[in-house]
């Protein structure tokens, strides 16, 4: 089973809304990810966090608010979401994050967000 | 805009039959290559992991890396019902610096 854990597993929320979704990496690893799924779209990276500081920010609206407190947790706070946001957000961790690597990534199952 | 590409499927092979899945890059940088396997519902597995030229098996599956004409591909032997499944083929490395998904191809073994 996965080193990676996410929560919740499903989320509803309504437009005004403020939730945080949760990731946790039990491999030891130092680089995490924040990934948008959309039905028939590729992966989407969203953020890069190595050894806690923010490295990636794939213009990403500012509706979404990650926070890297340490190098095993990562939080996606999220503020007055749009139904387009409505998706499987996956969280992912690696050994590190360097340009040109070989690190492989490891997903947790995923948060499944519905805005209405 | 670098890339990867992926035929959307469905492929769809017979049962014990030999799956190829293929997949192109267009940032010749790119030098590690990954295959993933994602369940509908479910988050990607790494199947295998391809860094040279050349071909790389682990099991039932082997990673095909050819950079001179930039693609990848994953042969699935012996295909079972379990192998039906999304498989996502992401690039990492060269002038992106990040990791870049396909959209997957969809991959169904009939019995």
């Known amino acids: 089973e996965t080193g990676v854990t996410q929560t919740p597993r499903h989320l509803v929320m309504g437009m005004t809304n403020k939730k945080s979704l949760k990731c946790e990496q039990h491999?030891?690893?130092?680089?995490m990810y924040w990934y948008k799924q959309s039905a028939k779209k590729p992966l989407e990276l969203m953020f890069v966090?190595?050894?806690?500081?923010?490295?990636e920010n794939n213009s990403v609206p500012s509706r979404f608010s990650p926070e890297c407190p340490n190098s095993s947790h990562l939080f996606l706070h999220l503020h007055t979401l749009q139904p387009e946001d409505s998706a499987l957000y996956l969280c992912?961790?690696?050994?590190?994050?360097?340009?040109?690597?070989?690190?492989?990534?490891?997903f947790g199952p995923g948060t499944r967000l519905l805005v209405l | 805009q670098k890339e990867v590409e992926q035929n959307s499927g469905p492929l769809s092979v017979p049962e014990g039959a030999i799956a190829s899945l293929n997949c192109t890059y267009s940032?010749?940088?790119?030098?590690?290559f990954f295959w993933y396997r994602q369940y509908s519902g479910k988050s990607p597995e790494l199947i295998m992991s391809?860094?040279?030229?050349g071909d790389k098996e682990d099991g039932r599956f082997t990673a095909q890396l050819n950079k001179a004409s930039q693609y990848v591909s994953l042969l699935i032997r012996d295909s079972q019902p379990s192998d039906s499944a999304t498989y996502l083929c992401?690039?990492?490395?060269?002038?992106?610096?990040?990791?870049?998904f396909g959209s997957g191809t969809r991959l169904s073994i009939r019995p």
């Open positions: 992401a690039g990492l490395g060269g002038s992106a610096s990040k990791i870049i």
């Open positions: 992912a961790s690696s050994q590190s994050f360097t340009a040109g690597g070989q690190e492989t990534q490891y």
């Open positions: 940032d010749r940088g790119s030098q590690s």
């Open positions: 966090y190595n050894f806690k500081e923010q490295t």
């Open positions: 491999l030891g690893h130092n680089a």
């Open positions: 391809i860094y040279s030229n």
